[in-house]
């Protein structure tokens, strides 16, 4: 018997609505739920309130117990905030911009922070790497993001942070690079599948936004993020970005 397959063209658009579909869903559900949210954290707020005069150890329970509650529907609220935003799709300003000088202005505006980490920091740029259309701002964040990670994997010990940029050729297009490399602690094997996973983070107070946004915005622009990592020695994520325009 013949199995029918859908043209490939086909299944990618198809897999783009979805995509699309799900992020409305997404974001009507969170519209949903922060509404009772919000009613709780005030009605929890104004049962704080009345209990301010609490002496007794059952009442001062009871205020560590409220203030407990609101703690966590502060927080859900800003879980909620954060995938509004990832889930949004970022509609896209390109203009033809320099990579190069994106990242001199990141490091004008990062370099002071790092350094008081201990985190020395050189740039490498490609000065043959040409104008090419991108969105500044949303790329701004993806490298800001990447350095933020690589910061907080050289936290406590300090180390060196390169930001290099190059270009490369491949399927006779040419594509801008973009690279952060750090010598912190690297990503175990175990955990590489997992690092661009939407609230995946290796750290206790992390939101595991951070890279899972820079992948989707990377993305949306036609390209694409490879990580290279060595446990114990670091990290280098690599941005790719098309210079032409690519067919979706």
Known sequence: ??????????????SRDWGVDVAAIA????????????????????????????EKPRELRTVRRLKVMISELERLER????????TERHELSLQ?????????????????????????????????????????DLMRQVVLNLILNARHAMAGKGGELILRTRTVARDGHPWAV???IDTGH??????????????FSTRKDGSGLGLATSKRIT?????????????GKGSQFSVFLPMEPVQR
């Open 186 to 199: 690297g990503v175990p094997p175990h955990l590489r599948e997992k690092i661009f996973d939407l609230y």
């Open 219 to 231: 993305e949306e622009h036609g390209g694409f993020i490879e990580l290279e990592t060595e446990e």
């Open 27 to 54: 974001g009507s559900l969170v519209h949903e739920i922060k509404n009772p949210l919000s009613t709780l954290n005030i009605n929890a707020q104004l049962l704080l309130e009345d209990w301010k005069d609490a």
């Open 178 to 180: 973009c690279e952060v």
């Open 1 to 14: 018997m013949e199995t029918h397959r859908e043209p490939k063209h086909q299944q990618k658009k198809r």
């Open 79 to 86: 879980i909620l905030q954060s995938f509004l935003r990832f």
């Open 96 to 136: 033809p911009s320099s990579l190069n000088s994106l990242l001199e202005e990141v490091v004008e505006l990062v370099g002071a922070q790092l350094a008081q980490g201990a985190i020395q920091l050189r740039l490498w740029l490609d000065p043959g790497l040409k104008v090419f259309p991108f969105d500044p």
